[in-house]
Structures are given as structure tokens and as C-alpha cells.
């Protein structure tokens, strides 16, 4: 099959599908464009992670089979530096390029990304963001057009990412590992992945709505 017709092929919403045409390197790529550039808020950053890993299992799936050494790099390196070209390319005009985009959602993403920047904190946002679907995209071209110090993104962008990416790399292939044809069970797995990875924003809103009151 050409190169072209991989392409035409390849559904850019399914993590499978993606997985199977680009592997690991395709990775790299998503994780990049949805972590730094704004036309990349609708990338499946989560379940690509989590399906990752269970590809890189070596029991019997419907999938390619990935290299996890391979994998755990290539979601590290497209994670960190998609966040840090997003924070500089947000440094040279961040919010006119936001102001040019129609798309309702990403401007939603938006207001909530300032809401964490001004309620937890600069290092915290920057952590909790990650697990956010396009929260993770917005805020951190957001971070470098309110003039964040750049060390203290750069910091927090690291500890958030690798939290992110190799907790769902590693949980995918530790589920993968335990249970027999777990991808005949992915579509509800990716979405309790989902719903597992907004808890700890969820703790942290509980948390200052409780000592909001306590005040």
C-alpha cells in the first residue's frame, strides 16, 4: 500500500488506528501537535497512551506489536516538547491566535486553563492541565502569553508530562500484561482511562471549594 493511501486510511480520532500506521514515532507526532499547537486539540492524547501500552504487550491482541523502551520515549519526548513549543509560540502571540480560532471548544479550554493558571497557581496548573483533554492544549501557549516565568513552566511542564505519558503508557501495559484479549474490552477501558485521569482535578476543585468555605 502507498504512502498516500496510509494516510487516507488512517482515522486521526482512533488511537488504534493511528498506533497501527505510525507506531511510535506517530506518537511523538500527535502528542506534540496536541500538547503545542492549537489545531491539535481534538488528538485522542489519553487513549493513545493507555492503547500504546497494551500493544506493547506480548499477549495475544488484534493490534501491532510495539516496543514499550520505544513507546515510553517517543510519548516523553512529543509530550515535553509539544508543551514547550506551545509555551514559546504563546511568548510570540498566543492570544491572537486564539482570537482568530471560531472553534467554541478550544475557547472553553481556554477560559478553563486561565481559571487553573489564576486559582492553584502557575507549577500546579501546569501538572494538573495534562489530564484535561484540550485544557492540555490551551494552556500552555496561554502560560507564555501571560508571561509565566519560563523556568517554572519548563519545571512543571517535565513533572506533569512524564506523570502523564508514562503513567498511562505503563498502566496500559500492565493491564495488557494481567489480562487475557483485553482489547476486546478497549472502548470502555479508554473511557474509565478518561474518567480517571480528570480525579485529580476533581480532588483539587473539592479541596479549594472546602477551604473556600472553611474561610
Known amino acids: ?8 486510511a488512517v482515522n486521526p480520532l482512533d488511537a488504534g488506528s493511528l498506533l497501527g500506521a505510525f507506531g511510535a514515532l506517530g506518537i511523538a507526532v500527535v502528542l506534540f501537535a496536541e500538547t503545542g499547537l492549537l489545531v491539535g486539540f481534538f488528538l485522542p492524547g489519553d487513549s493513545l497512551l493507555f492503547t500504546a501500552g497494551l500493544l506493547c504487550t506480548t499477549g495475544t491482541h488484534s493490534g501491532p506489536h510495539l516496543d514499550l523502551a520505544q513507546v515510553l520515549a517517543a510519548s516523553a519526548v512529543g509530550a515535553l516538547a509539544g ?3 506551545g509555551f514559546f509560540i504563546g511568548r510570540r502571540g498566543g492570544r491572537a491566535l486564539l482570537a482568530r480560532s471560531g472553534n467554541k471548544r478550544l475557547h472553553e479550554g481556554a477560559l478553563r486553563a ?46 506533569g508530562g512524564l506523570v502523564w505519558t508514562l503513567g498511562l503508557v505503563l498502566g496500559g501495559y500492565a493491564l495488557g500484561s494481567s489480562v487475557p484479549n483485553v482489547d476486546h474490552y478497549l472502548l470502555p ?6 474518567v480517571v485521569s480528570l480525579l485529580p482535578l476533581l480532588l483539587e476543585l473539592l479541596r479549594s471549594r472546602r477551604q473556600a468555605r472553611a474561610r
Not at 500500500?1 to 487516507?8: E, G, V
Not at 477501558?189 to 478518561?194: E, K
Open 1 to 8: 500500500m502507498s504512502s498516500s493511501s496510509i494516510l487516507l
Open 83 to 85: 508543551a514547550q513549543a
Open 114 to 159: 486561565e481559571e487553573l493558571l489564576t486559582r492553584y497557581g502557575h507549577g500546579k496548573a501546569v501538572v494538573l492541565a495534562r489530564f484535561v483533554p484540550v485544557v492540555r492544549t490551551v494552556l500552555n501557549p496561554l502560560a507564555g502569553a501571560l508571561g509565566v516565568n519560563a523556568r517554572t513552566f519548563t519545571v512543571w511542564q517535565v513533572v
Open 189 to 194: 477501558i479508554v473511557a474509565v482511562v478518561i
